[in-house]
């Protein structure tokens, strides 16, 4: 066992908060580790730390800087071997509910409450013997495109994930953002050809985004959209650039772009509304956004945030994992789609602990 994972051990005995991560295509993995199990909350935003926000809280959480340890550690090989294990689902996946839910939400669009909304689920697996780093490492070998990590406080809980969604990262007053929306499976065929009801969504996505940045920012450029794999989905995805005016607008800027249409909807209020009334459970961390706030974790470079979406996660607690998967619904979707959609998307975090 290596000194990052001696330390998990360590402070999982101690029951104290900790985050590993590992960046998109990255070789390290970066451990911070708290010296005391007390919450923290963000203030000013301008505080140096790995931050975890919720979907819907006035409070956001983070680990500071100035409390914690931190290790980083060479990934020197991603050929591990994992013995498979069955899945054992406990209790109904809630399919006959899901797409009921998004024939309401179709409704509420033809009503004009709102022009997208994005909805979810919770799907609860039996993870008998769970391990960190196990299952840290399982994330590495499959998804080197994504932002993996594993976040446990005592009072949060124990999350992992492997989002493709990049939030919010910064450079001084460079901003860079993505809009990323629409899924199909991926098959042996790289000619990707997307519906109507797709392109419609990543461009409600993409609006959203420049209409919250151009207040707040300038020179805002924008690529052509294009597919990008994640796992075993492809998305669209749209590429977006803007220089920030003041830093202290920074807190403003997350706040005016949290959550974003692919997580919630469009308009943002009235979609959010629906979802907390209708989906029938509480998100708690799904579809927040994590990463670190102005500082570079490895290489201590201040004025640096690099933030992402909280999607294909898993919140593990006694034996059981909770798997939170969504999908963006449009005037065009179909309920039997939409359902299929969040099973495939189900089966990024189902790879890493079977």
């Known amino acids: ?92 996946v809630g399919k006959d509910f899901f797409e009921e839910l998004v024939s309401k939400g179709i409704e509420a669009i033809e009503d004009n ?12 697996v039996i ?21 993996k990590y594993c976040f446990s406080h005592p009072k949060i809980g124990t999350w992992i994930g492997a989002t493709p969604e990049q939030f919010l990262k910064t450079n001084g007053n460079a901003i860079k953002t993505i809009a ?6 991926a098959t042996n065929n790289n000619n990707i050809i997307w519906g109507n009801k797709e392109k419609i969504e990543q461009q409600l996505v993409t609006d959203f985004i420049v209409q919250n940045l151009s207040d ?22 749209t590429d977006i650039s803007a220089t920030m005016k003041p ?15 692919a997580v919630c909807g469009f308009p943002k209020e009235a979609a959010k509304k629906f979802i907390l009334k209708n989906e029938g459970y509480n998100r708690e961390y799904y579809s927040g956004f994590l990463g670190e706030l102005n500082i570079d974790l490895i290489t201590f470079r201040t004025l640096q945030t690099d933030l992402f979406v909280n999607l294909r996660c898993m919140k593990v607690a006694n034996d059981k994992a909770q798997i939170y ?20 998307k189900s089966m990024t975090m189902k790879k890493i602990i079977s």
């Open 216 to 237: 707040l920012a300038k020179e805002v450029t924008l690529s052509s959209p294009y597919s990008v794999k994640a796992g075993n989905l492809w998305h669209i995805r």
């Open 180 to 185: 990323l929306a629409g899924t199909q499976l």
């Open 247 to 261: 830093r202290k607008f920074l807190k403003k800027l997350i706040i005016a772009l949290h959550p974003t249409p």
């Open 1 to 92: 066992m290596t000194d990052l994972f001696l330390k998990v051990k360590i402070h999982q005995e101690q029951n104290l908060p900790f985050v590993l991560f590992c960046k998109p295509d990255s070789d390290k993995i970066v451990g911070v580790f708290q010296k005391n199990d007390h919450i923290y909350f963000l203030d000013t935003f301008e505080e140096k730390g790995f931050v975890f926000a919720p979907f819907d809280a006035d409070e956001v959480p983070y680990i500071p800087l100035e409390l914690s340890d931190v290790y980083v550690e060479t990934i020197h090989s991603r050929n591990y071997f994992f013995e498979s294990k069955e899945l054992v689902s406990n209790g109904m």
């Open 127 to 147: 993870v008998p013997d769970f391990d960190i780093q196990t299952t840290l490492r399982k994330m590495i070998f499959q998804y080197p495109n994504a932002y």
């Open 113 to 124: 409450q709102f022009t997208k909304v994005a909805l979810s689920r919770r799907e609860e």
């Open 325 to 344: 998967i969504g999908c963006g619904i449009t005037k065009d979707s179909i309920p039997e789609d939409e359902y299929l959609e969040t099973v495939n």
